[in-house]
């Protein structure tokens, strides 16, 4: 008998946190629904966000729709979303103490751990 758990499953939804290389870099993050995956990377389509320290409520999402592969080994942090978050209605509210991911109707989700703290 196999017990393994399968972490993850299609149509799942995901936030992606990249792992900064530098003080300096930006926060990047990534919301979107799992389309396929295996036990190392994972397909998924959604939307980049990123957080500009420098800026109040500097944060951004880029317009367009992407196909993003992630590695489940780079280092990334992977958090799982509910399965009704509305994924085009996301966004991320940003002010000098927190940091927050919501798409307005279900999922409000504390990111604050993620500002940078300089």
């Given at each position: 008998?196999?017990?393994?758990?399968?972490?993850?499953?299609?149509?799942?939804?995901?936030?992606?946190?990249?792992?900064r290389?530098?003080?300096?870099?930006?926060?990047?993050?990534?919301?979107?629904?799992?389309?396929?995956?295996?036990?190392?990377v994972?397909?998924?389509?959604?939307?980049?966000?990123?957080?500009?320290?420098?800026?109040?409520?500097?944060?951004?999402?880029?317009?367009?729709?992407?196909?993003?592969?992630?590695?489940?080994?780079?280092?990334?942090?992977?958090?799982?979303?509910?399965?009704?978050?509305?994924?085009?209605?996301?966004?991320?509210?940003?002010?000098?103490?927190?940091?927050?991911?919501?798409?307005?109707?279900?999922?409000?989700?504390?990111?604050?751990?993620?500002?940078?703290?300089?």
């Amino acid at each position: 008998m196999n017990n393994t758990m399968t972490p993850l499953s299609v149509q799942d939804r995901i936030l992606v946190v990249d792992r900064r290389l530098f003080r300096e870099d930006t926060t990047r993050l990534f919301v979107g629904v799992v389309e396929a995956y295996d036990k190392y990377v994972v397909r998924a389509r959604g939307y980049t966000y990123f957080v500009d320290p420098y800026q109040v409520g500097g944060t951004g999402r880029r317009v367009e729709e992407r196909v993003r592969l992630v590695s489940l080994l780079a280092g990334e942090v992977v958090y799982a979303l509910p399965s009704d978050t509305d994924v085009p209605s996301v966004q991320i509210k940003c002010s000098p103490k927190a940091l927050v991911l919501t798409d307005n109707k279900s999922v409000t989700l504390d990111l604050s751990e993620w500002l940078y703290r300089g």
